[in-house]
Structures are given as structure tokens and as C-alpha cells.
């Protein structure tokens, strides 16, 4: 079964910084666009980042864009989020998941708390 595992999340001040891990298994991970949402509390889930196969192109959310890079090592079937110069609403839990607008598997998310 494809298993996809987030790691990096954590307590932050605002104006620091993350680096979101997710690895995965059980599937042809460079075969695949991969991203990165996000839900926080009362809030839907909104896509942050996403990247083609290859990782040529990559999408970012409005809110994020200059302060998040997504990434991808397809020798090690991970995909990465870097997180810089958070703000106290980028509070969530962060989760990858196979494909972008349309995904299929997901992972159990890592919770991402930027406050002071």
C-alpha cells in the first residue's frame, strides 16, 4: 500500500523557519506530481505547494508564494517543503499527498504552530 510520512513539523516563533519531509514508499514516486495542503482549525484545506514528476514546475499558493519552496529527490522519494519567514496564520496541519488538484493518497500530516 502507498505509504506517504510527513516529518518537520513543530512550535515556531514567527519570522522562523521549517522544513517539511515527507517520505514515501510502495509506488513509482518519480512517475508522480506531488504537493503539499494544509487545514487549519475551522478552515478548509487549501493546496500550499505542488510539484510535477520531474519537478520542472511547481505551483504555490498566493499566500505562500516567496516564502515557501517546494522540492523533490527523486533518488530518495521524498518530497520537501521549506518554510521561511512564517507567519502566525500559516498555523496548520501540513499534509503531502500524491498528485495536486486531484490526489489520491495522503498522508497523517505534521502540525505546524507559529506563534510567540
Known amino acids: 500500500q502507498v505509504q506517504l510520512v510527513e516529518s518537520g513539523g513543530g512550535l515556531v516563533q514567527p519570522g522562523g523557519s521549517l522544513r517539511l519531509s515527507c517520505e514515501t514508499s510502495r509506488f513509482i514516486f518519480s512517475s508522480y506530481a506531488m504537493s503539499w495542503y494544509r487545514q487549519a482549525p475551522g478552515k478548509e484545506r487549501e493546496l500550499v505547494a505542488g510539484i510535477t514528476a520531474t519537478g520542472a514546475v511547481t505551483t504555490y499558493a498566493d499566500s505562500v508564494k516567496g516564502r515557501f519552496t517546494i522540492s523533490r529527490d527523486n533518488a530518495k522519494n521524498t518530497v520537501y517543503l521549506q518554510l521561511n519567514n512564517l507567519k502566525p496564520e500559516d498555523t496548520a496541519v501540513y499534509y503531502c499527498?500524491?498528485?495536486?488538484?486531484?490526489?489520491?493518497?495522503r498522508g497523517q500530516g505534521t502540525q505546524v504552530t507559529v506563534s510567540s
Open positions: 499527498v500524491r498528485g495536486i488538484r486531484n490526489y489520491d493518497y
